[in-house]
C-alpha cells in the first residue's frame, strides 16, 4: 500500500509513495484507466526494482534514486498529439532546470537524444514516455529515473561504467533525504514547461537546442534494420536529431543512439 502523502506537492492532485515497486510506470499505468482518478498524479517508489528503460532496457536503481512516474491528461495540458513526442525532450530541460532552482552544481548536464540526461558521457537521468488509451481518453507516462544519491559503487559494473549521480558532482554528497526536495522542483516546473510546449514556444525548443550533447558529435543510429553514421547537427524545434552523413542531413524521429563503449 502506498504511504499518505500530508503535505501537498507542487502540480500533482495525488502522489503516491511506495516503499518498494518492480515498476511506477506499472502500477501507474493501472491506475490510469480508472476514470474517478484525479489528475494529474504520480507513482513514486523508494525503491524500484524493474525499472523499465527504452526499449526492452532496464533501468538499474537504489534507495538514493528518484523513480517516479507522471501521469497526464494531454488534452487537459493543451498537448496535441503531434506534440507528444518532444514530451521526452521537455522532461529533460525539466530535470535540468531544477538542478539550477535547487542550487546544486551542473558541470554541464545536457540532452542526449532522445531521452536521456548525462553529464561527460555518463547518464545521469532516463525518462520513458508512453502513450495509453483509457476510456476517458489518452493518458501520457512519464516515467523518469534520476541518479540523486545513487550509489554507483554497488551497481552492475556495465551500469558503473556509464552513470553517475548528481550527488557526485557536488561539493558535498547528497543523501536519500535530498529526494523529496528534488522531486518537487521537478514538479514545480512541470506546468509551465507543458505550456510552452502546448503553445510551441521557441524558447523551449532553443534550451533542449542548447543541451544538445550531440552537436558537432559522431552519431551512430539504428534506424529499424540499418545504422546510420554520421555526424549530429542539432535538435530541431519539432524534437528530431539532426545527423549529417555527409551526403544528407537526415531527420531522425525515432531510432537509438548507440554507443561505442562506455563514456562515448
Excluded: C
Excluded at 489528475?39 to 533501468?59: C, I, K
Excluded at 488509451?133 to 516515467?143: H, K, S
Excluded at 510552452?196 to 529499424?224: F, H, K, M, S
Aim: proline residues 9%; without cysteine.
Amino acid at each position: 500500500m502506498p504511504s499518505p502523502t500530508p503535505t501537498p506537492w507542487p502540480f500533482v492532485r495525488d502522489l503516491l509513495i511506495y516503499d518498494e515497486l518492480e515498476s511506477t510506470s506499472t502500477v501507474a499505468g493501472a491506475m490510469a484507466v480508472d476514470p474517478g482518478r484525479p489528475l494529474p498524479f504520480a507513482v513514486w517508489a523508494r525503491r524500484q526494482t524493474r525499472g523499465r528503460g527504452q526499449r526492452a532496457n532496464a533501468w538499474w536503481s537504489d534507495e538514493g534514486s528518484l523513480t517516479f512516474t507522471l501521469v497526464l491528461d494531454p488534452a487537459e495540458s493543451g498537448v496535441r498529439v503531434d506534440q507528444q513526442p518532444r514530451i521526452a525532450l521537455t522532461t529533460a530541460v525539466v530535470l535540468v532546470e531544477a538542478v539550477a532552482a535547487l542550487g546544486l552544481v551542473d558541470p554541464g548536464l545536457g540532452v542526449r537524444w532522445p531521452n536521456d540526461v548525462e553529464v561527460g558521457g555518463r547518464k545521469v537521468a532516463g525518462i520513458l514516455p508512453e502513450r495509453i488509451e483509457t476510456p476517458a481518453g489518452d493518458r501520457i507516462l512519464i516515467g523518469v529515473g534520476v541518479n540523486v544519491a545513487t550509489r554507483l559503487d554497488l551497481a552492475p559494473p556495465e551500469v558503473a561504467a556509464m552513470a553517475t549521480s548528481l550527488g557526485a558532482l557536488q561539493p558535498e554528497p547528497l543523501t536519500v533525504a535530498d529526494l523529496p526536495r528534488f522531486l518537487a522542483a521537478v514538479l514545480e516546473r512541470f506546468p509551465a514547461a507543458l505550456g510552452r510546449l502546448a503553445a510551441d514556444d521557441p524558447t523551449l525548443a532553443a534550451a533542449w537546442a542548447r543541451l544538445d550533447l550531440l552537436r558537432g558529435r559522431p552519431v551512430r543510429a539504428a534506424i529499424g534494420p540499418r545504422n546510420l553514421v554520421g555526424t549530429g547537427r542539432g535538435i530541431d524545434p519539432q524534437g528530431a536529431l539532426l545527423v549529417d552523413d555527409g551526403r544528407e542531413v537526415h531527420r531522425l524521429v525515432a531510432g537509438r543512439i548507440l554507443r561505442e563503449a562506455p563514456g562515448s
